[in-house]
């Protein structure tokens, strides 16, 4: 039980170009699922927590025009890097947490994206 | 806030030895604690939790760890390890007292196993 997916597992795109990447939970409901960053041999940094049907909470420093988050439904949330830029390079992480499972957050097994 | 401190950067193990690594926290109550493993290029995979009760707690692959409150700890223990226990291994703390959602980490432990 308690298993999350994302969608892709590795992308390479264009600079300017935007990507979406999608965080599931696939046999439990989150009304919360937590979006991270992290850079090689360091740990991860949220970037925003994302609430079902209400908007995204960023953390400090993350541009929230950048980096689009959508919780449309208990079991996905949707992060779209908009113009992306090889700095925005980076493994993305997302977890999710349980409607009736308190607080423990479950991982998604991450993104790589790599913007040329 | 919350902090939470893993003082070993890099661990190495030789296969069948103990193993115990360090995670101190900072919160002014007891806090929601888990250990993470995370293997290269992989999600993390939760290894074990503590919110209340027992201070020693048993998880997944063999692994204990034991919440010593005098000492704001919660370190992370195997009585003998397996290469496939090469990884790296993170700490985090929840805050419940303030409803926060939030999970603070450390800063890992890379576990390197030698033969």
């Known amino acids: 039980g308690a298993v999350v997916s994302q969608h892709p597992s590795w992308v390479i795109c264009k600079s300017g170009t935007s990507v979406k990447i999608e965080c599931r939970s696939l046999?439990?409901?989150?009304?919360?699922m937590f979006w991270y960053r992290q850079f090689p041999k360091q740990s991860l940094m949220l970037m925003a927590t994302?609430?079902?049907?209400?908007?995204?909470?960023?953390e400090q420093g993350v541009e929230k025009d950048k980096f689009l988050i959508n919780h449309a439904s208990l079991t996905l949330s949707t992060l779209t890097v908009t113009s992306a830029h090889p700095e925005d390079s980076s493994f993305y992480i997302c977890?999710?947490?349980?409607?009736?499972?308190?607080?423990?957050?479950?991982f998604g097994p991450g993104t790589r994206l790599l913007v040329l | 806030a919350q902090s939470v401190t893993q003082p070993d950067i890099h661990i190495t193990v030789s296969e069948g030895a103990s193993l115990e690594l360090r995670c101190n926290y900072s919160?002014?109550?007891?806090?929601?604690l888990f250990w993470y493993v995370q293997s290269p290029g992989q999600g993390l995979q939760l290894l074990l939790k503590?919110?209340?009760?027992?201070?020693l707690v048993q998880g997944i692959k063999g692994f204990e760890a034991e919440f010593k409150r005098s000492q704001s700890s919660f370190n992370l223990r195997k009585p003998s390890v397996h290469w496939s226990d090469a990884a790296e291994y993170f700490c985090?703390?929840?805050?419940?007292?303030?409803?926060?959602?939030?999970?603070?980490f450390g800063t890992g432990t890379r576990l390197t196993i030698i033969p």
């Open positions: 977890s999710a947490r349980e409607v009736a499972g308190g607080e423990t957050q479950y």
């Open positions: 046999d439990f409901q989150a009304t919360t």
């Open positions: 994302s609430n079902e049907g209400s908007k995204a909470t960023y």
């Open positions: 919160y002014g109550a007891t806090p929601y």
């Open positions: 503590y919110f209340s009760g027992d201070t």
């Open positions: 985090a703390v929840g805050a419940p007292l303030f409803g926060n959602e939030k999970l603070t």
